[in-house]
């Protein structure tokens, strides 16, 4: 094998998205296998200008092109290969191809375990569909089931997903929608590469503007956050939608602060603190790249954006109206100037945000124009959502040539939205298509892409927030201990500061002058609490007795907590009497140690309707300034806390930072799995009583 061209000397990420020559090792002209066969023809297919090479030791050409029976029999070191030979011989063609110094491999096959280190290969897969780079003609796709060459259209989104099922549904319903596409990369099982690592390659392609990306893992949280952050730097959003998120919820530790805290809620605050927007759904998803690629990345904040909506149906106006209320945007009134314009020249037209117009509007071109710069001009509009009736042929023609044209023209962000309903509406759509105005769907589903738009203009202006630490893997070795008592763990929780009401520990066969003395050193009322391991829930095992108000009574509480039988048998042997008391709030303070991104901090309403209110916030650690405030800022008690009773809220405020500099503290090796200080009693001038409190996962 020659060694012109050898791929060392390339980028290995380069090599495999744009490759000026490609080994297809198991390439198959049998067109009725459907996979050996498909990147072939697909190379074929998009135009391909770089030399392929299929490696196959049982034919002796496909489809006129030469075939080799081993790697080394190649007149050269291809940049790059696509590999779809059996599983059992996948390592051996891996070996292959790193000893003769191919730069990058995609592994269609499935079945393929994890492989040993290679020199210098790099490996995408395996079950992977490969790469469609549509910019440079190099579609390795190792599928057929995607829309036509003639009917497929470049553009500067890249879309990356682990799913080539799922990569393949939104490919192709984005190029339907008008949509282009710059690379679709399918990752598959990631035994090497990852998507983020192709996210952080690609980024520096200056054709290509914003990544939708679709994950059922993060797989590699160093490689997230530092693809993550290259993005952001150069202003190419990144659009995630993250699969199986009620599966990862089920899969939370079974604590207040676990199952508050699920994997995919951790997350979620990992993309909000790394700029990541996140969507709801595959159209979500597809739509919002869309809008970016269509209006580019606005820098200016929500607060400085205006949106306006203009609709011809006085019932889709309230429907918006109400839809951009859940979709946090906000809708700004029509100015006097423009309200009195209104009446005047439109006396027909609504005065409020929706504007609905009536159809009338649309016959007219130049009052069409004069209604926009109209609602334009005094209002200051930077965004405008204009929607359309269902229209068939007829109606289409003659009633949306003057609006297009007019939209067309204008000083603003505009987005045009109908109501398929095919095929009546067929030359509708394609009419909006061919005007060259933006268009994502219908006026619903366009708010929230308008929505995530303005929130990465929010991210510009304000930084997307503090940078993520992520943590070296615990040491597995170190075998943890889920029998931390409550008296243990206010022990322990005494070392981030926390204070507990007065209270005196007393084995179930305490005397009735034992039970005295201790509660004459307390206060009434008395509550009664079984002092049991954390991975008990004292309150809903029924563990708890409420309001005792004398010795007698605290006996008689005792009695009966001696009576209840636990799992396996085991009976309340201690149980701890503290002064109940009542605050002015009650409280959440919890923490875990995920496994991905380390410590990780929550707090919100707590009590025991702290699982259904859901009233919570996390944050990352460590906490840099003003991130206590912003956590608190995003649960409904800290704002009403906030903007009340200051001195509350800066008590708050630093029981947060004291609890993330206590866990930072921590080694990984022997602390924390999971802590609930709930609830914490707050006062209106700041005082803080943590009233009950577990500790899992505590190591040895």
């Not at 990058?104 to 290969?121: D, E, F, M, S, Y």
Request: glycine share 8%; hydrophobic share 45%.
């Amino acid at each position: 094998m020659s060694a012109h061209g050898d791929a060392r000397f390339r980028d290995p990420l380069a090599a495999l998205i744009a490759p000026k020559s490609v080994a297809l090792v198991g390439a198959s002209g049998d067109p009725r296998n459907l996979i050996a066969s498909a990147a072939l023809a697909n190379l074929q297919a998009f135009g391909y200008a770089g030399a392929i090479y299929p490696v196959n030791p049982i034919r002796s050409q496909i489809d006129g092109i030469k075939c080799f029976p081993s790697i080394a029999d190649l007149p050269e070191v291809p940049d790059a290969a696509v590999i779809t030979v059996a599983a059992e011989q996948v390592p051996a063609a891996l070996d292959e191809l790193d000893a003769a110094g191919v730069a990058a491999a995609t592994v269609v096959t499935a079945g393929v375990h994890p492989i040993t280190p290679l020199r210098q290969l790099r490996i995408l897969g395996a079950e992977s569909l490969g790469v469609t780079n549509l910019l440079d003609h190099y579609v390795a796709r190792a599928a057929r089931n995607q829309r036509s060459p003639a009917s497929t259209r470049p553009g500067s989104i890249a879309l990356l997903a682990q799913s080539g099922a799922m990569s393949n549904l939104v490919f192709n319903r984005l190029q339907s929608a008008g949509g282009g596409v710059a690379v679709s990369v399918n990752t598959g099982s990631e035994l090497d590469l990852t998507v983020w690592d192709i996210v952080a390659a690609l980024a520096n392609d200056e054709r290509i503007t914003c990544f939708a990306v679709i994950i059922e893992h993060i797989k590699n949280p160093g490689s997230f956050v530092s693809a993550a952050a290259k993005a952001f730097a150069l202003r190419k959003p990144i659009v995630l939608l993250e699969l199986g998120q009620s599966t990862r919820g089920k899969a939370a530790v079974r604590t207040h602060s676990g199952s508050i805290a699920g994997s995919y809620a951790v997350h979620q605050e990992a993309y909000r603190r790394a700029g990541v927007l996140t969507a709801e759904d595959i159209d979500e998803l597809w739509r919002t790249a869309l809008l970016f690629s269509h209006w580019g990345v606005a820098s200016a904040p929500r607060a400085d954006r205006r949106l306006g909506i203009i609709t011809l149906s006085g019932g889709e106006a309230a429907l918006l109206a109400d839809r951009c209320e859940a979709a946090g945007l906000d809708l700004p009134p029509l100015d006097p100037a423009t309200q009195k314009t209104l009446q005047t020249d439109y006396p027909e037209s609504g005065r409020l945000n929706p504007l609905d117009p009536t159809t009338r509007i649309l016959s007219d071109k130049d009052r069409m124009e004069g209604l926009l710069a109209t609602v334009l001009g005094s209002n200051s509009f930077t965004d405008l959502l204009v929607s359309f009736p269902v229209y068939n042929e007829l109606f289409a023609a003659s009633r949306l040539p003057p609006a297009l044209s007019a939209l067309a023209s204008i000083d603003a962000r505009v987005l045009v939205a109908t109501w398929p309903a095919p095929p009546l509406t067929d030359a509708q759509v394609a009419m909006v298509a061919e005007a060259g105005v933006p268009s994502i769907g219908t006026s619903v589903d366009s708010l929230r892409p308008i929505a995530l738009h303005m929130r990465y203009g929010d991210l510009i202006a304000s930084g997307p927030g503090s940078a993520i630490a992520v943590p070296e893997p615990p040491d597995a070795a170190v075998a943890p201990s889920a029998d931390v008592t409550y008296e243990q763990a206010k022990a322990i929780l005494a070392g981030a500061g926390f204070t507990f009401p007065a209270s005196r520990p007393l084995m179930v066969a305490a005397t009735g002058p034992e039970v005295a003395r201790a509660c004459a050193d307390l206060d009434p009322p008395f509550v009664v609490k079984a002092n049991l391991s954390s991975m008990v829930h004292k309150m809903a095992a029924g563990l708890v007795r409420l309001d005792q108000l004398s010795a007698d009574s605290v006996i008689a509480a005792i009695r009966s907590l001696a009576a209840v039988s636990l799992e396996h048998g085991a009976r309340v042997e201690q149980v701890i009497v503290e002064e109940q008391l009542q605050g002015h709030w009650e409280l959440f303070f919890g923490a875990r140690v995920d496994p991905e991104f380390g410590p990780v901090l929550s707090f919100g309403a707590g009590g025991a309707a702290a699982e259904e209110t859901r009233d919570t916030a996390l944050a990352l650690l460590p906490l840099e300034d003003g991130d206590a405030r912003a956590l608190m800022s995003r649960t409904r008690v800290g704002r009403a806390i906030g903007l009340a009773y200051p001195m509350a809220a800066r008590a708050v405020e630093r029981r947060l930072e004291a609890l993330a500099a206590w866990l930072c503290d921590r080694p990984a090796s022997g602390g924390i799995g999971s802590v609930d200080v709930n609830p914490v009693l707050l006062w209106r001038d700041g005082r803080l009583l943590a009233v009950d409190a577990r500790i899992e996962g505590s190591h040895r």
